[in-house]
């Protein structure tokens, strides 16, 4: 009598999506109209629980080498310089580290499950809009 183990499995996968798209939903703060252009997107709110999430945080967290817990370590980098070029994604190390051939390295998070174009998408728009610290 063998038990059917693909249906906790299953279970899992809800569950991690479920907590995937919580967490990286938008939270929009009505700021008074000022001059320069406004951020939707919070490194905070949006991007951190990103990293967390994907277990970034569990090998990038401060132990040496590339930390992305803080805009300034991101700023910092690791190896290959700065993680992240404030407005500019397409040239930052994070982005291209995420997508399918990196030019250095392994594609991260290192041995999967890797992120969803979607989620990268708000990684990229933070970068975009200056790579606030929000
Ligand atoms: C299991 C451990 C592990 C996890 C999880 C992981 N990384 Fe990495 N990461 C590494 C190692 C090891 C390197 C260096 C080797 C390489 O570049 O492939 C690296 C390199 C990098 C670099 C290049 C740093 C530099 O300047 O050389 C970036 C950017 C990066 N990781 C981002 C991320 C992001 C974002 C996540 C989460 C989506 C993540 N990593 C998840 C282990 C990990």
């Known amino acids: 009598m063998k038990k059917h ?3 906790p499995f299953t279970i899992l996968i809800s569950v ?3 907590a995937c798209s919580s967490a990286t939903g ?8 000022g001059g320069g252009g406004s951020n939707s ?6 991007v951190l629980p990103i990293f967390s999430g994907a277990g970034c945080t ?6 040496g080498g590339l930390v992305v817990t803080s805009v300034a370590a991101l700023l910092a980098g690791g190896d290959h310089g700065p993680a992240i ?3 500019d994604a397409a040239a930052s190390n994070i982005i291209k580290k995420l997508s399918p051939s990196p030019p250095f390295g ?3 998070p290192l041995g999967g499950p890797y992120l969803a174009d979607t989620t990268i998408g708000v ?3 933070w970068i975009n809009e200056g790579a606030k610290n929000n």
């Open 5 to 7: 183990l693909y249906i």
């Open 26 to 33: 938008p939270t929009y703060s009505g700021g008074g109209g």
């Open 106 to 108: 392994s594609r991260m």
């Open 16 to 18: 991690s999506l479920l």
């Open 85 to 87: 070029v404030p407005g």
């Open 123 to 125: 990684i990229r728009t």
């Open 41 to 46: 997107t919070s490194f905070s709110s949006d």
């Open 58 to 63: 569990g090998c990038h967290g401060g132990s």
